[in-house]
DNA sequence: CGGAATCCTCTTCGATACTG
DNA sequence: CAGTATCGAAGAGGATTCCG
């Protein structure tokens, strides 16, 4: 069993970093921002990981109440973990640091979209402070990814995969894509050709409007690919 | 020599991780947050770190270029340790990763005030939104800690000890301190004896606004003690 | 096949001792 | 004061095995 603690009780952070500050904790943290996965999926994302730690790391969150474990309705009967709400709410401090990290990467480009890292980056991209009174579910389509965000109360859900009722259905390709992430489209019609609508444009518009950070997320947070 | 990376180039948060992830390395930020300090202070304010260790991280930050090597001018003719711009980009992440570890804990409450740890509690009281327009400098002392805060341009910067010309020097008891961080105290007046003012009255009241979050940092990052 | 525990090697940590 | 050098202990990573 593992305790190497900074014994610093009464201090935020020290007790935050007891949790969170070791190996591969925040990039399972990371992973499960975009919803569910199981033990299997969580393993084969994390390249590297080995399963002994996997396991124990869990267990820690676990513990912590930062996520859950679940028994998926019998069909699928099968465990995922998921975030708790203490876990959601470090989603910002997540996609700050990644947002921070982005400064040391040089943008050589990706080869292959993944859709999670993709919903990440729409994390990393989304504002808050932009969102207040939004209230829209959109459906993503970029190349073969297709995923899905909500915008409620100021707070942002994503998941992969369509999803049924969006107001809006936003398809792009891979450059409009980028360039939205970066606050680089205002307009539903700047881009000649590299984005498309079907449903709402107002919503769509909205979207424009709640994702995009100036300085923020080019391509996504590229997991494991091998 | 070290190397144990994510390995994940593309992914700003394993980027950052790789930098940041590692043991002390965020609590030697959240040391300098508060201002300079030279090697040996780190080394007792961390207690526990090794020698070794320290080294080995100055040396990582400073080639990130998250912190600065400074010779102090002749009288003192030492090296201190800076954050850099790159550096400040990290007091949001590490105050919200402190204020999010603060529910973990229990407060019992602390023996003696420490200086630098009251002046990041402050950091993470702060509210950068409410700040647009401010530009004071606050002087404050709590028992026999005296510490300074500058809000300029949205942004934060403390120091240890007295400042030459603050707007407004607030003198507070314990209790009113700590209530203050918890954005309990609107009203200069509100507390009966446990705040007092010099200076600029009106300044002092922006101060109240600026500080105190809702959920916030009750006592400090209490850093080692012994 | 999903969800681990075990074993073994290698890296990193922590403490102490030592140096410019 | 500001570090480097050294060494035992704890933690990480990989492979293999086990259980249901």
Redesign the interface.
């Known amino acids: 069993m593992s305790k ?1 603690s ?12 007891d ?3 070791q ?1 591969w904790t ?2 399972i943290v ?1 992973e499960l921002m975009v919803g569910p996965l199981r033990y299997t999926d969580l393993l084969s994302r994390l390249s ?1 990981i080995g399963t002994n730690l996997l396991a124990s790391r869990l267990r820690q969150l676990e513990q ?1 109440a930062v996520l859950g474990r679940h028994e998926l309705p019998p069909p699928a009967a099968s465990v995922v973990y998921e975030l708790t709400e ?1 876990g959601r ?2 989603e ?3 996609t ?10 040089d ?2 480009a ?1 080869v292959e979209l993944d859709v999670r ?1 993709e919903a990440f980056a729409l994390h ?1 991209a989304f504002r808050p ?1 932009r969102a207040r009174y939004v209230d829209d579910v959109y459906q993503f389509e970029v190349e073969s990814a297709v995923m899905h965000a909500r915008v409620h109360e100021g707070r942002l859900e994503t998941g992969v995969g369509p999803v049924p009722y969006p107001k809006a259905t936003i398809r792009l390709d891979r450059h409009t894509w980028t360039a939205l992430l970066r606050g680089e489209v205002e307009d539903l019609a700047a881009r000649g050709g590299g984005l498309d609508v079907e449903g709402d444009r107002a919503a769509a518009r909205r979207a424009l409007r709640v994702f995009g950070r100036p300085g923020a ?1 080019k ?6 690919s091998r």
């Open positions: 190497r900074y014994d610093q009780p009464g201090c935020g952070l020290a007790t935050a970093l949790l969170l500050g190996r925040l990039l990371r590297g912590a203490r709410q470090l910002s401090i997540v700050g640091l990644a947002t921070w990290g982005r400064q040391y990467v943008d050589a990706g890292s990393c402070e997320v391509s996504p947070g590229t997991t494991a």
